[in-house]
């Protein structure tokens, strides 16, 4: 699994049939960021059902798609402006856990692809 050191939230849905350059200029246009090594920013579509994490390290960008076959992504309001996430909520973020709730827990506990019966 990809674990970045600073996740960015876009708080507002994106078209999920954007690519890397117009996700790019995006985050350069609409959230007044640039990209740097090590951070990731996780769009969403408006049903919530995918994300995308856009992620740059020293080799190149990685563009990731989840989406859930079940349930929707817990996200932040329209009206918020921006979210950053620790990377302990990244990682319930992407499993489809409601990482607003979930402070202090160990995900290890509630996935663990060495146990017979989880799918992955």
């Known amino acids: 699994m990809l ?3 600073t996740v960015f939230l876009a708080v507002k849905p994106v078209d999920m049939r954007r690519g890397i350059d117009t996700l790019t200029q995006y985050v350069q246009d609409e959230l007044k960021s640039s990209w740097h090594e ?11 059902s995918r994300i995308k ?8 960008v990685w563009l990731c ?10 996200w932040p309001q329209a009206n918020d ?3 950053s996430l620790t990377p302990d909520e990244f990682k319930w973020l992407v499993c489809g856990v409601d990482w607003q709730q979930v402070k ?10 060495d146990k017979p019966g989880n799918k992955q």
């Open 3 to 5: 674990t970045p050191d």
């Open 38 to 48: 090590g951070a990731a920013f996780v769009f969403t579509n408006k049903s919530r």
């Open 53 to 60: 994490v856009l992620r740059w390290d020293k080799h190149g």
């Open 65 to 74: 798609v989840r989406r859930l076959h079940k349930g929707r992504f817990r």
């Open 81 to 83: 402006t921006d979210w």
């Open 104 to 113: 202090g827990h160990d995900l290890t506990q509630w996935v663990s692809p």
